[in-house]
């Protein structure tokens, strides 16, 4: 998947400006990883006459196959034409948009701090996709992007060149040419009409794409001819987000009419409130962290184990606590370790407090001795990372061998997954996870292990708990029965045994 953006300029106004304003140095090759692939930017040419600046996309097509099982986000239908046969790979499609929402995006918002007055100033562009999707055909291309003051070329690519008896494909060159837009706005024309022209997207259209296309669209989609289109396919059909999307759309088009503010125009109910300042909203890690610590000091638990601790962020939060007055970190990775250590600054750790805290290296795969006696164990995002064969031996080590009072489990929820943007229909949230469960995938697993070892399991959302796919993170909280409870119920187990004999 390719495409080149170039400019011309003069010695006194150097092509090379493009560097700046891309955020790329034309004189290195870049690479960035995507959840998808891998993004390349590199510059074929670069004077002060001339300068070119290339994306590169490679999109890995087994694993999009393999695991999206061929299904695509959004009704997209190439994803499912084979197995291992389909387009994503080299026509442009939201995937490209999304690499150059990623690998563009200071651009894309007009922000350039090494020169900031080259955002507002136009300049020659040329853009060319060598391979195109026009579900639409040429006319389509010409319908979309001529408005927005571009000069189009756009060449069908036949079918096959040695048979061109079958005709054009649903293909075509693209070409745009314009000496009148700045490049954040060429760059937001293609992260809308890309997928537009592709008529299909990657990843699930959630509500929130109504804002990230208003703000792609602010200052020429209320007023394109083909406003109801590029809504209606930029949202993948779904008829509520689009006409959202329009009345949205007719506000500002009226608001620019009558040169006044949106909020002016669309003032007929008054606020209740006044509006508080907008706060960044809380990172998924720091919420898990949050609950695990909630959840901790709910069970009492002052002496506490973090199986699992990798770079040691949720033990450097735990030390922030007084109430938790041991806290070890165990990893199989002694680099992992070493970055806590380094993280915790143990070297340089008072001694009252360096008494709190520990880092072991060890396996969740065996019995280790210094795990017994502990008040609590937390195993944060840890069990997707085994291999399921591998579980009943972390089962054992954690809930026999150690049995804690109280074992937190957090694990992603493989249903939330169609609500990030960025990650392609099938994937994991990361390479290295081995499986990724359902809400009742892990409620099964942890009411089993519960009734094996003599926990009762709790299960607790984290982070927003959608009506539909539930929460991203799942947390299952394991308490220890008293002697009293499991004696009554192996009583009751023996009687049903009696009965049924």
């Known amino acids: 998947m390719f495409l080149t953006i170039s400019t011309t300029g003069t010695p006194e106004r150097p092509a090379t400006d493009l ?3 891309l955020h790329k140095h034309p004189d290195n090759a870049q690479t960035f990883s995507t959840s998808y692939g891998t993004a390349h930017v590199l510059y074929p040419e670069a004077s002060d006459e001339r300068c070119t600046a290339a994306l590169l996309l490679e999109v890995d097509a087994v694993a999009l196959v393999r695991r999206g099982k061929g299904k695509g986000r959004g009704g997209a239908p190439d994803a499912a034409l084979a197995q291992y046969v389909n387009d994503r790979p080299y026509a442009a499609s ?39 999707p026009a579900r639409g055909g040429a006319d389509l291309v010409r319908n979309l992007f001529e408005p927005l003051g571009w000069t189009v070329t756009a060449e069908p690519v036949a079918l096959d060149t040695e048979f061109p008896e079958w005709g054009d494909s649903r293909y075509v060159r693209l070409v745009l040419e314009s000496e009148t837009l700045t490049l954040a706005e ?26 990230k296309l208003l703000r792609a669209g602010e200052g020429w989609l209320p007023a394109h001819p083909e406003q109801k ?3 209606s396919r930029y949202l993948s059909r779904r008829w509520s987000l689009t006409r959202q999307a329009m009345e949205r759309l007719e506000l500002v088009r009226l608001a620019e009419a009558d040169d006044s503010e949106v909020e002016e125009i669309d003032n007929a109910v008054e606020d209740e409130t006044e509006a508080e300042p907008e706060e960044k909203p809380t990172s998924l890690n720091v919420q898990r962290r949050d609950a695990i610590i909630a959840a901790l000091k709910a069970s009492g638990a002052a ?12 033990v450097q939060a735990l030390l922030k606590d007084p ?20 993280r915790l600054k143990l070297d340089r750790m008072g001694e009252r407090q360096a008494s709190r805290v520990k880092l072991l290296q060890g396996s969740l795969a065996y019995t280790d001795k210094r795990l017994k006696g502990y008040d609590a164990a937390v195993l944060c995002e840890v069990v997707e990372h085994l291999d399921l064969p591998r579980l009943p031996a972390l089962e054992y080590a954690v809930f026999g061998a150690a049995s804690p009072r109280t074992v937190l489990v957090t694990t992603p929820n493989v249903e939330y997954n169609v609500r990030w943007e960025s990650l392609p229909a099938g994937h994991s949230r990361h390479s290295d996870h081995r499986f990724e469960w359902t809400r009742e995938e892990f409620r099964v697993w942890a009411d089993a292990v519960a009734e094996r070892h003599g926990y009762e399991a709790e299960f607790v959302p984290v982070g927003p708990d959608d009506p539909e796919v539930g929460p991203p993170t799942q947390m299952a909280v394991f308490t220890m029965k008293t002697e009293t409870e499991t004696d009554s119920r192996n009583d009751m187990k023996e009687e049903k045994e009696a009965k049924g004999a």
């Open 19 to 21: 560097g700046y304003l």
């Open 323 to 342: 109430a938790f007055t041991e806290i070890v970190g165990v990893d199989v990775s002694m680099r992992a370790l070493t970055i806590a250590a380094r």
């Open 94 to 132: 939201s995937l490209l948009a999304v690499a150059l929402s990623a690998v563009f995006s200071s651009a894309m918002k007009g922000q350039c701090r090494a020169k900031p007055e080259l955002p507002d100033q136009v300049r020659p562009l040329r853009i060319e996709v060598p391979a195109l």
């Open 186 to 211: 060429a760059l937001r024309h293609l992260y809308v009409l890309l997928p537009v022209l592709d008529d299909a997207k990657h990843y699930w259209v959630a509500p929130d794409e109504v804002d």
């Open 229 to 231: 289109l590029i809504t």
């Open 303 to 314: 002496r506490v184990l973090d199986l699992g601790c990798g770079q040691g962020q949720l």
